[in-house]
C-alpha cells in the first residue's frame, strides 16, 4: 500500500474501547485505518495500526448481520473461502470498525477474556466522497 494513499482524505468514524486497548476508526476511500492505544499505565502511549478493506468489512456485515454472540474465529471461519478476512486478527478489527460505525456492539466478554459482538442487519455506512 502507497502511504500516501493512505494517509489521504482520512474521516473520523469513531472510537472503541474494548478490555485492553481503545481503538480509533479512520475511513479512507477503500480501506478502513485502524488505531488502537493501550489502556494500561505501563503500556500508555503503545499502540498500532491496521489497514482492513472496506471490502471486508461490507462482506462481513452482509454475511453475519442480524447475529449474535459472534467472535473473531466466527469471521473467520464465516471467511475462509474469501480472502477478506485470513487471521483473527483482522477479524477483530473488523468487528471493531462495525462497532465504530454503529453496525455492532460488543455484548460481552467471555472467559479467557474472549469478546462477543451483537451485529446489526443493513448496510454499513457507505462511503462518503
Known amino acids: 500500500m502507497n502511504i500516501r494513499t493512505l494517509q489521504r482524505g482520512?474521516?473520523?468514524?469513531?472510537?472503541?474501547?474494548?478490555?485492553?486497548?481503545?481503538y480509533h476508526v479512520f475511513e479512507g476511500?477503500?480501506?478502513?485505518?485502524?488505531?488502537?492505544?493501550?489502556?494500561?499505565?505501563?503500556?500508555?502511549?503503545?499502540?498500532?495500526f491496521n489497514v482492513i478493506a472496506t471490502g471486508a468489512v461490507d462482506y462481513v456485515q452482509q454475511r453475519l448481520g442480524g447475529t449474535r454472540g459472534v467472535t473473531a474465529?466466527?469471521?473467520?471461519?464465516?471467511?475462509?473461502?474469501?480472502?477478506?478476512?485470513?487471521?483473527?486478527?483482522a477479524a477483530l478489527n473488523v468487528l471493531y470498525i462495525l462497532v465504530a460505525l454503529g453496525a455492532a456492539s460488543i455484548v460481552r466478554a467471555g472467559k479467557h477474556r474472549q469478546l462477543f459482538f451483537t451485529l446489526r442487519k443493513g448496510r454499513v455506512v457507505?462511503?462518503?466522497?
Not at 10 to 22: E, N, S
Not at 126 to 129: A, N, Y
Open 29 to 48: 476511500q477503500g480501506y478502513f485505518f485502524v488505531l488502537s492505544f493501550a489502556l494500561s499505565k505501563a503500556r500508555r502511549g503503545s499502540g498500532y
Open 126 to 129: 457507505e462511503l462518503q466522497s
Open 10 to 22: 482520512l474521516k473520523y468514524r469513531g472510537r472503541v474501547k474494548a478490555v485492553r486497548q481503545t
Open 73 to 89: 474465529k466466527n469471521v473467520v471461519l464465516a471467511a475462509r473461502r474469501t480472502r477478506h478476512v485470513p487471521t483473527t486478527l
